[in-house]
């Protein structure tokens, strides 16, 4: 992207409307038209977050959006039973909570980084497992190997051996 600086002279109409909506007159010396929109101009286009195949989130989101079960009684139980405390907002799954906000949804990539990201990042002060796991939930995230995952961290930062 590039910006290119118009010279006032060449750019009279937004001058004299800047200078309109900066004074308390009515007045100005330019016919001014205005045109309301009561739509955007821009088309908004539906998007739509794109999960992969195998994460431990697909089963959950196939049942809440289309009620589709695993053919495995066992597994559809399981499926029923756990997507009772998710649900999804625009496209996007979320964990519910007694006491605590909705939960974001991650796949291992995304939380692998965010792990990282509070433990030794920017502002990570290498904190242990428990304390790891009690600041993702309080940042917002969700994920259902989160204690697992948090212990692996720990054990292979040098600073906190």
């Known amino acids: ?18 200078k309109l909506a900066s004074s308390r007159k009515k007045e100005s010396s330019m016919d001014l038209t205005m045109e309301i929109r009561k739509h955007p101009n821009i088309e908004e286009v539906s998007t739509f977050a794109i999960q992969s195949a195998n994460s431990w989130m697909t089963p959950i989101m196939s049942f809440l959006q289309d009620r589709h079960l695993p053919q495995n009684t066992k597994e559809a139980k399981k499926v029923r039973k756990r997507a009772a405390r998710f649900t999804i907002l625009n496209d996007t799954l979320y964990k519910r ?56 961290i720990v054990k292979k930062c040098d600073k906190c051996q």
Request: hydrophobic share 40%; glycine share 10%.
């Open 1 to 18: 992207m590039e910006f290119m600086q118009i010279p006032r002279s060449q750019n009279m109409g937004a001058d004299e409307v800047s």
């Open 97 to 152: 909570g007694f006491s605590m906000p909705y939960l974001k949804c991650v796949d291992e990539e995304e939380a692998r980084y965010i792990l990282e990201e509070i433990h030794g990042g920017v502002c990570g002060n290498h904190v242990g497992p428990r304390s790891l796991v009690n600041k993702v939930i309080w940042t917002g995230y969700f994920w259902p190997t989160m204690q697992v995952d948090a212990v692996e």
